[in-house]
C-alpha cells in the first residue's frame, strides 16, 4: 500500500523521443519498423535453421541459436512501443509499462551476456581441447550454462529493479530518451538516489566492463593458441572467432560505456542507446551468417525445403 502512495502524483512517463521534427518521426518510423522486422526475421531464420537442421545440433550452434532468441526478446521489449511512438505527438508510458520495460531490458540484457561467456567458453574447449570437445561440452553442462543464464538475469535485473520500484515518483517526469531508461528514470526520484545509482552503475556498468576484459583475455590465449597451430582446422576455427570477438564488441561496447561513463551530451546517450537496443540486435545474426558457411548452407536448406514444399502440388 506504501508503495502505492509513494507512486501516486505521478501515473505516466512522458517520453521526449528522437526528434520533435514530424517528418523526421516519420522517418524513423519507417527505418525502426524495417529494422525491427529484419531483427525478427534473422534471428528466428538462425533459431528454426538450428532446431531442424541436424547439420547444427552442436554445443557451438545450441549457444548461437539462444542468443538470438535472447536478441528477440532484447529488442521485442522496448522496440515495439518506440515504433507506435513516432506516429504519435504526445509519447507517454504508465508507471507499470516503463517498470516492465526495464525490468525485461536488464533480464535479457543480463542473460545475454551470461550466455556470451558461456559461448568464449565453448570456442575455449573447441580451440584449445578440440579431443574432449564433446565430453566437456555435454549436453547437461550446455543445459547447465542455458539455466545460469536465464538466473543471472533475473538476479541482474531484481536487484536493481527491487529498489527503483519502491522509489517515490512526485514530481517531474519527462524522460528525455525514447525508452524507459534505469538511470535516467533513477534521477526523477524525489529522494536521494545516490546509492541507487552507484548500485546500477557497479551492477550494469563495471560488471559489463569486467566481464567484456576476462573474455578479451580469452580470446586473445586463444588466438595465440590459433597462431601456434597453423592449419585449415585452425583457418576455419579463426574466422568462427572473430564473429564471436565482433558480436561481444558490439554487444559490451555500448552497456560499457551506457552505465559505466556519463555523458553530458544526451546526443550520445541516445545514439548509443539505439545501438544497443536495435542495432546489435539486428547485427547478430549478420555476422553469424555471412562470416559461417554452414549456418548459411543450413538456411539455404531450410528455404528450399519450404519453397519446395509450396510448390508440391
Request: with cysteine.
Given at each position: 500500500m506504501d508503495l502505492l502512495n509513494n507512486r501516486s502524483s505521478v501515473s505516466e512517463f512522458v517520453l521526449v523521443g528522437l526528434s520533435t521534427s514530424q517528418e523526421t518521426q516519420i522517418l524513423f518510423f519507417a527505418i525502426f519498423f524495417l529494422v525491427y522486422v529484419a531483427i525478427i526475421v534473422g534471428n528466428l531464420l538462425i533459431v528454426i535453421s538450428v532446431i531442424v537442421d541436424n547439420h547444427l545440433h552442436s554445443p557451438m550452434y545450441f549457444f548461437l541459436a539462444n542468443l538470438s532468441f535472447?536478441?528477440?526478446?532484447l529488442s521485442s521489449a522496448a522496440t515495439p512501443k518506440v515504433i507506435s511512438d513516432f506516429l504519435r505527438k504526445h509519447k507517454t508510458i504508465s508507471w507499470w509499462g516503463c517498470m516492465t520495460q526495464m525490468f525485461f531490458m536488464h533480464?535479457?540484457?543480463g542473460g545475454e551476456m551470461s550466455l556470451l561467456i558461456a559461448m568464449a567458453v565453448d570456442r575455449y574447449v573447441a580451440i584449445c581441447k578440440p579431443l574432449h570437445y564433446k565430453t566437456i561440452l555435454s549436453h547437461r553442462v550446455l543445459t547447465g550454462f542455458l539455466l545460469l543464464s536465464w538466473v543471472i538475469g533475473l538476479i541482474h535485473t531484481t536487484s536493481q529493479m527491487v529498489f527503483t520500484v519502491g522509489l517515490p515518483f512526485c514530481g517531474p517526469n519527462v524522460?528525455?530518451?525514447f525508452f524507459c531508461d534505469l538511470p535516467l528514470v533513477i534521477k526523477l526520484a524525489c529522494t536521494d538516489t545516490y546509492i541507487l545509482e552507484l548500485l546500477v552503475i557497479v551492477n550494469s556498468g563495471l560488471l559489463s566492463l569486467i566481464c567484456f576484459i576476462l573474455l578479451l583475455i580469452s580470446y586473445i590465449v586463444m588466438l595465440v593458441t590459433i597462431w601456434?597451430?597453423?592449419s585449415s582446422a585452425s583457418s576455419k576455427a579463426l574466422s568462427t572467432l572473430s564473429a564471436h570477438i565482433t558480436v561481444v564488441t558490439l554487444f559490451f561496447g555500448p552497456a560499457i560505456f551506457i552505465y559505466a561513463f556519463s555523458f553530458n551530451s544526451y546526443s550520445v546517450?541516445?545514439?548509443l542507446s539505439v545501438f544497443y537496443s536495435i542495432i546489435?540486435?539486428?547485427l547478430n545474426p549478420i555476422i553469424y551468417t555471412l562470416r559461417?558457411?554452414?549456418m548459411k548452407a543450413a538456411i539455404k536448406r531450410l528455404s528450399n525445403h519450404h519453397i519446395g514444399s509450396w510448390l508440391t502440388p
Open positions: 535472447f536478441d528477440l526478446c533480464f535479457f540484457g524522460l528525455d530518451s601456434k597451430h597453423s546517450d541516445k545514439f546489435t540486435p539486428l559461417n558457411q554452414e
